[in-house]
């Protein structure tokens, strides 16, 4: 896949850095969630991460940077804005859940005007999923796509070139499009890691897969 498609994609994350705790229950009471800061978003303005795309299939090489430009207001929400020099996203978190929104999306003729999703939950166990709708219009035709994203890793240890990560988690998102009333898988989009207190450090994709070069929190 293009570079230009991948930022998009991803559905990448925003706010407050931390760390993420647990509570204890009262005895009889049901396990309460880990309590989450947001901290596998640290988007603070002025931040910079610099990423580098490789083509599986033919080793092309293409860096792109990502800057966080301020904030911007949604439906009266704060939203930090990341903007590279092909796409712009909007995220915030709240509570553990990572939103991210992205206005016209466009892929093999295909478009959408807006996009909202839950790209990351830091407060679930390895295993849970959630799933959004995305509806995309090529012309008269108009196709409901179902994402579903999956925790497949948590707590992990993971290097990205000479960079090492603790706290890592991983996300695949797959994707499925409603035919009649049926779903009809498309297979896997893309995985994505996420470091405490980074952010996106990796995203793995069928054709190629983009690692975090080096970044600068302000």
Request: proline share 3%.
């Amino acid at each position: 896949m293009p570079y230009k498609y991948f930022w998009p994609l991803v559905i990448t994350g925003s706010l407050v850095l931390g760390a993420c705790k647990k509570e204890k229950s009262r005895e009889g009471d049901a396990p309460l969630p880990p309590v989450s800061t947001c901290g596998y978003a640290p988007y603070t303005d002025g931040s910079v991460y610099n990423y580098e795309n490789v083509n599986a299939q033919t080793s092309d090489t293409t860096r792109f940077t990502v800057t966080v430009t301020g904030d911007s207001l949604i439906s009266g929400i704060s939203y930090k804005k990341l903007a590279s020099d092909t796409a712009t996203t909007y995220n915030r978190c709240d509570n553990g859940s990572y939103y991210q929104m992205v206005k016209g999306i466009s892929f093999e003729g295909y478009t959408a005007d807006s996009v909202m999703s839950i790209y990351l939950k830091d407060n679930v166990a390895i295993g849970s999923s959630w799933t959004d709708t995305v509806v995309v219009r090529d012309g008269a035709d108009e196709q409901t796509v179902i994402l579903t994203y999956s925790i497949t890793q948590k707590g992990a240890t993971k290097r990205v070139y000479d960079l090492d990560f603790t706290d890592v988690i991983a996300v695949k998102l797959d994707a499925s499009v409603r035919i009649l009333g049926t779903p009809v898988s498309l297979g896997t989009l893309v995985t994505n890691y996420y470091a405490e207190g980074v952010g996106l450090i990796q995203a793995d994709q069928a054709q190629d897969t983009t690692r975090l070069r080096s970044y600068n929190i302000q």
